[in-house]
């Protein structure tokens, strides 16, 4: 299939654009995840999601552990979500204590875009990427963050 297309990223683009909306309709249309409660185990996913659409590691990006965290992001969530304060250097290292406090964060967001989104688990997931990515919901199909949110849906999609 790729000798139809000029590189892999038009191909990508490709499936980005025809093949993935569709088959999201479908599921949307066949109520699959239409009206489904957000579980713990549906956070999970999301919270791995993140962590498999994370961009490549970049030594001088000031970012934390597989997911690209920003320090200051640790340190507020980290006395959120475990009551201390964890330092960018602990969380990096200790990925079971970064995906508490991520499950910790992003449920409550999921929860939120689940209820915005008028209970569709499709368009929550997309919009809670959306936040991660820039901290507003809404941008969920602009731009570079449409093409990452859906990313991280595909990745989602794969745990079900």
């Not at 980005?16 to 489904?36: D, E, S, V």
């Not at 659409?53 to 000031?62: I, Q």
């Not at 919009?127 to 449409?146: E, I, K, L």
Request: glycine fraction near 4%.
């Amino acid at each position: 299939m790729l000798s139809c297309f000029q590189s892999r990223s038009d191909l990508f683009r490709f499936h980005l654009r025809h093949l993935l909306p569709a088959a999201l309709l479908l599921l949307w249309a066949g109520g699959l995840f239409a009206q489904t409660p957000i579980s713990d185990a549906k956070v999970e996913a999301l919270v791995e999601a993140l962590r498999l659409s994370a961009p490549p590691a970049s030594p001088d990006s000031g970012l934390y552990s597989d997911w690209r965290i920003k320090p200051d992001n640790i340190s507020r969530w980290s006395k959120r979500c475990v009551n201390q304060e964890v330092t960018p250097e602990q969380f990096a290292a200790d990925q079971a204590l970064a995906r508490q406090v991520l499950v910790c964060v992003m449920g409550k967001v999921l929860r939120e875009e689940f209820a915005a989104a008028g209970n569709n688990e499709i368009v929550a997931v997309q919009r809670a990427a959306a936040w991660w990515m820039t901290g507003d919901p809404a941008q969920y199909r602009d731009g570079s963050t449409g093409a990452y949110t859906l990313r991280v849906l595909e990745a989602y999609l794969r745990f079900f």
